[in-house]
C-alpha cells in the first residue's frame, strides 16, 4: 500500500519569506508518480506539478521550486517570496502505474501567508 | 477550454436518503475519477471510471457507487445516507494514454441532516 505524509498541518508566514513544505512518500513499487496539488478556499484542487520516479530533475517554476530525493523518500516543495494569494491548503499525492487514477493524498499543509 | 463540472455545488439531505452526483469532464478527458474529502479522513479515492466501466475501487461501502456515460460524463449515487457522509465530493478527469495529471472539479458539498 502506498503512503503520503505531510507532518506539517500548519505554516504561517509572513508575505515575501520563502516556506518549504514537506512531503514524505511510502510505495514498494519502483516505478511511481508524485503531485503537488493547492487547494484555495474554492475547493478545487490545483494541479502544480508531477515528478517520475526515474526523474529524478529538481525543478523550478517562477516562485516555485520542487526538491525530489528517491534516497529519503520526499518530494518537497518550496515558495519562495511567498504572497497572500499562496494561502491554500497544500497536498502531496502519488499514485502507481498499476492504478495509475487512484491518488493517494497527504494529509495536507494549510499555508497562511500574512501580509 | 471548460474545466471539470460537477453539479449541484451544495446539497442538503437527510439521512436515509439517497443522493447522485454529476460530473462533466473536461472536453477529451475519457477518464473521471471520484474522490471523498472530510476533516477526518482527509482526500480519500472511491472509484474511477474509463469507458463506461469501473476500473479502480476505493475502499467504500457498496451504497456508494457510480457510473459513466458514453459522453464520458459520470455520476455516482449514495444510497441510504449516514451523517458520516457529509464531505466534500471530488471529481476529477483525465487523459488514460498516459499517467498524467487530474484535473478537478470544485465539488459538490454534501451536508447529512
Redesign the interface.
Known sequence: AQKVTQAQTEISVVEKEDVTLDCVYETRDTTYYLFWYKQPPSGELVFLIRRNSFDEQNEISGRYSWNFQKSTSSFNFTITASQVVDSAVYFCALTIRSSARQLTFGSGTQLTVLP | KAGVTQTPRYLIKTRGQQVTLSCSPISGHR?V?W?QQTPGQ????LF?Y?SETQ??K?NFPGRFSGRQFSNSRSEMNVSTLELGDSA?Y?C?S?L?TA?????????T?LTVV
Open positions: 477518464s475519477s474522490y482527509g482526500l480519500q479515492f474511477e474509463f476500473r479502480n476505493g466534500l471530488l476529477a483525465s488514460r499517467i498524467t495529471e487530474a484535473f478537478f472539479g470544485q465539488g458539498r
